[in-house]
Structures are given as C-alpha cells and as structure tokens.
DNA sequence: AAAATCATGTAATTTGTTACATGATTAG
DNA sequence: CTAATCATGTAACAAATTACATGATTTT
C-alpha cells in the first residue's frame, strides 16, 4: 500500500499527472521510492476512485491533453493517519552487491564495469540534489516544519550517494588488484 | 530471478537447508537482499526442479529432519553466467523517507520514535558485522580473490550503516527543533 | 524520414506478502 | 503447561515487471 501513498505524498503541493508524476518521481523521490509509469497510472486510477484524488483534463497547445491529479481532503486525512502505521520496508535489494560475492579473475573487469557505471550515475544524481541543497536547504532550522522532513530525507539521498561513491572508489582499487586475465 | 541468484550464491560454500537460508540469509546479505522463508522454499523447489540445486534429507536426534540443498555443476555455471547479465535493481524503497516528506508538529515525536528505533535495530546489526570485519577481512588485500568481493559487499553495508547512523543523529536533532505538541 | 519526447493505457507474468497449517522438541 | 525454536509447506492476494499498444508532436 505504500506506492500509493509515495503518489500521494508527491502531490502535496503540486497537481500532477501521471506522466509528470513517473518523470519527477525518479528526480525527487528516487533514492526512497521508484516506481514504473504503469504502475503509476494504475494506482492514480484505483486511488481516484477511492476518492483520495480527483482529476481534470488539461488541453495543452502542441501537445496531447494530460489528465492531472490532485489530492482531496479524503486522501489528506489518509496520508496523515498513514504516517502513523508501522513501518515496514526498508527493502535493500542490490544486485550488484550479491554478484560481487561471486567475484573471480574471469568476472572482476565486467564487475568493475558495472561499478563504474553506476558510480557515474551516481555522481550525476548527486550533483541535481546538491544544487537544490544550497539552493533551499542551507539553513534548515529556519525551515517551516514539513520542508524539514523534505530536508532531511534530502541529506539522506546525498548521504547515501556519497557514501556509495567513496564505496565504488574502494571497491574499484580493490577489484584491480584482482589479476584480471582479459576474457 | 535474482532471488533465485542470491540464494545459489548464499549456496557456494556450504550447504544449507531451507529454514537455515532464511535464517542465515537476513544475517549475512540482509543488508541487500532479503527473503520470506515462503519465498525461499518455493525458490528452492524451482532451482531443484531445474537441477541447479540437489538435495538430500538429514536426519537430526531430537530435532525434526532437514532438507539440505547444494549446488550442482549446472548451478554453479548459471550463476556465474548470471554476473555477466546487465544488472537492473537498485531496489530503493524506504517508507520511513517517505513519512519524513509529511513531517507535521503533531506525528513529529512519532516520526522520531520510528527512526530512534530504526537506529538501534542498525545499531545492533553494525555490531555483528563489524567482529566479523575484524576478525577475517583485516588485509583485504591478501585475500583469495572471491573473498574480496565477500570483503566488498560487507564494507558495503558497514558503510552503508554507519552513514545511517549518522544521519538519524542529525534528522532527530533537528525534529527536536520541532514544536512538539503532545498528542 | 527517423528518432525522441509527450501522454496514456491494457494484459500477462513474475515476485513478494500475508494468512493459514502442521507437528515435533526444548526451555522456562 | 506455555512459549519458543526447529522445520516445512499451501493458498490467496497484492505489488511489480515486461511486453505490447496507440497516436500526436518535436527535434535531428
């Protein structure tokens, strides 16, 4: 039930429709949540029709019409008592990290690779989410009270991201000490 | 059908039953992967069926028999195919992040209680990890090549866990700063 | 003309969760 | 005698992924 309210705490603020929501979804809520633009379209659906959102067709000129979403007091009420409910997930699933206890001479430069790759990814993300910390964020006390949670779960993804970089640095060092015999 | 990888690779140098998977799964990859024992014994059938795995039943004094599995040749070759497979998840999903975007004066001490929790679960895990860093992956250097990866994935989640740490340090700091009216 | 972006969806399948079920043994 | 641990499973349901589908517009 939580992608549910992930969409519906992603439109506190702004009136979104499912493409813009599955486009800014992984920019803002990326390192917490993600989520596929199917999954997104059905779930706005189902939560319309249990009243949380309502919506409205927009014309757009030069574009296709886009149906935007909104949240009702309904889905306020909800989100609010939600926050309340035990929390369950903190769903680590990485991959990358289960192959690497399969590290071998043969795999070790495909594995540095993939490292590599999403360190890159990684450092783009960081440098988005920087930018909006010293742009919003630089003197958190002096946050009303919600943009000190959006704060906070900020610092998180920045926190993880660089942690994961210097990860990569490490494993990366390692990983060319391992005598790669080129496949 | 990474679950399925996971558990051949908890497979590579012991054999184990389904009840010790779960078990000693949490323990050793819960920092990025983790299983209900429903799904590993369901997971363990289909490898069984496919011949990835063997099995063979244990009689125990005292304790009910068990059904050990082990990887078979075909297992070991699927599995290091599977590293060479273009790696998707980095199955980011916390709740408690998300909670944090609908941070209020009233679910504020909640929110805290949640992460104070969250922080002594880590804590705790931290700790066992860390005996194990110590006492056989002092000079990762000198290691056998594939414990390095072993070596990589368990600094991965050190890592990860004390940033964590760190963080629930400074997101309960700055709740505090927030107006708590009991509830 | 082809590729990319905008915009929304359905259907099939695979994963994962929750609930239910059984039965023995050991520790308090 | 009660609870906890050992040990294995089935069934129903919810969530997520993959594949397929459509059609307009904008950029190269």
Not at 87 to 106: F, G, H, M, P, R
Request: proline share 2%; net charge negative.
């Amino acid at each position: 039930m939580a992608l549910a309210h992930a969409i519906m705490t992603a439109l506190i603020d702004d009136d979104l429709s499912g493409y813009e929501l599955s486009r800014d979804f992984e920019a803002s809520m990326g390192f917490f949540w993600h989520a596929s633009h199917q999954q997104i379209y059905q779930e706005l659906h189902k939560l319309a029709e249990k009243s949380f959102l309502n919506n409205r067709e927009v014309s757009q000129s030069g574009k296709p019409n886009k149906i935007v979403y909104g949240l009702t007091k309904a889905g306020r009420d909800a989100l609010a008592e939600w926050v309340y409910d035990t929390t369950k997930n903190q769903n680590a699933k990485d991959e990358l990290v289960i192959k690497l206890y399969n590290l071998s001479e043969e795999n070790a430069s495909h594995l540095a690779a993939e490292i590599d790759a999403r360190r890159q990814d990684m450092m783009q993300r960081l440098y988005t989410f920087e930018k909006l910390r010293v742009k919003h964020y630089n003197e958190p006390q002096l946050l009303p009270t919600r943009s000190k949670g959006v704060y906070l779960a900020l610092i998180r993804g920045l926190g993880q991201g660089q942690q994961f970089l210097a990860w990569c640095d490490e494993a990366l060092e390692l990983i060319a000490t391992v005598s790669g015999k080129s496949k």
